[in-house]
T-cell receptor, first 113, second 114 residues
Framework: GENVEQHPSTLSVQEGDSAVIKCTYS??????FPWYKQELGKGPQLIID?????GEKKDQRIAVTLNKTAKHFSLHITETQPEDSAVYFC????????????FGTGTRLLVSP | EAGVTQFPSHSVIEKGQTVTLRCDPISGHDNLYWYRRVMGKEIKFLLHFVKESKQDESGMPNNRFLAERTGGTYSTLKVQPAELEDSGVYFC????????????FGEGSRLTVL
């Protein structure tokens, strides 16, 4: 079955710096890669996703890149702000029609003012 | 519009006891999912309902776990008898469509088994 590895487990940056979180997946059939942000006391919330027919996607300060050959994808956050502090999860799935996602272990991002 | 709601937010029980977790999905969402995160590890899929039918329960750990969704509205997840390794945060999520729908998660029910 699919296995997703995520690094680093914790990441501390100064406000205004960039942050990069990396994930690798094992199943070449996976074709959908969402990123979820979990703030303290809340459930995970989708922040961006990418499908295998696209190499990069941006949404304001957030971007995701996908390398299908190497089977890895990354989340890039530019100009980080304290409110970006949260746990970020990557996930992968074979998008057959429902959201049976395989998640990574999460990255705790701390943005210091 | 109300989001996915879960109850209780935290439950502390002793090994061998029974616990029932409840999830109310977003109104109109036919698809309901249960996921679990054990301390520090990945969020793992447990099962998926389409309305009242179990579409996929391949992630359920063993027969001590029973999920129901009578009437296709709210869902319950019962653990009986609970074991230490069942401790974790149980998330419920719902979507309106299967193909492109974003997964909307509840805040989770934290289960602690002593």
């Amino acid at each position: 079955g699919e296995n997703v590895e995520q690094h680093p487990s914790t990441l501390s940056v100064q406000e205004g710096d960039s942050a990069v979180i990396k994930c690798t997946y094992s199943d070449s059939a996976s074709n959908y890669f969402p990123w979820y942000k979990q703030e303290l006391g809340k459930g995970p919330q989708l922040i961006i996703d990418i499908r295998s027919n696209v190499g990069e996607k941006k949404d304001q300060r957030i971007a995701v890149t996908l390398n299908k050959t190497a089977k890895h994808f990354s989340l890039h956050i530019t100009e980080t702000q304290p409110e970006d502090s949260a746990v970020y999860f990557c996930a992968a799935s074979i998008h057959t029609g429902f959201q049976k996602l395989v998640f990574g272990t999460g990255t705790r991002l701390l943005v210091s003012p | 519009e109300a989001g996915v709601t879960q109850f209780p937010s935290h439950s502390v029980i002793e090994k061998g006891q029974t616990v029932t977790l409840r999830c109310d999905p977003i109104s109109g969402h036919d698809n309901l999912y249960w996921y679990r995160r054990v301390m520090g590890k990945e969020i793992k899929f447990l099962l998926h309902f389409v309305k009242e039918s179990k579409q996929d329960e391949s992630g359920m750990p063993n027969n001590r776990f029973l999920a129901e969704r009578t009437g296709g509205t709210y869902s319950t997840l019962k653990v009986q008898p609970a074991e230490l390794e069942d401790s974790g945060v149980y998330f419920c999520a719902s979507t309106q469509t299967t193909n492109t729908g974003e997964l909307f998660f509840g805040e989770g029910s934290r289960l602690t088994v002593l």
